[in-house]
């Protein structure tokens, strides 16, 4: 998450100017403050297809199977971040990439 918010740090810092729904423009300093999804919008936002698990490389047959001390590590950002950046070149390459 820190790399994808990582634009409004400045924002948050230094502030931007944003216009209210009346038209007056005010400066804000936007924090993210927590961001909470339910299972379907972190499919959704980690590339990853609905039966898997979208934090780590957890098999599909064994989600919900705890295993003490087990670690299976956690997804590849980088390739998350190039399949979304796919979407916008061949949104039909999108779903394979994926």
């Not at 209210?20 to 400066?27: A, F, K, L, M, Q």
């Amino acid at each position: 998450m820190g790399h994808v918010l990582e634009p409004l740090k400045a924002a948050g810092v230094s502030g931007i100017f944003m216009a209210t729904g009346d038209g007056s423009v005010h400066r804000n300093h936007p924090l993210l403050a927590c961001f909470s999804d339910d299972y379907p919008e972190q499919v959704l936002t980690t590339c990853t297809k609905t039966g898997e698990c979208p934090t780590c490389e957890t098999p599909r047959d064994k989600l919900g199977e705890f295993v003490e001390g087990q670690n299976l590590g956690h997804r590849d950002l980088e390739q998350i971040l190039e399949a979304l950046d796919s979407f916008d070149d061949d949104p039909g390459g999108f779903l394979q990439v994926c």
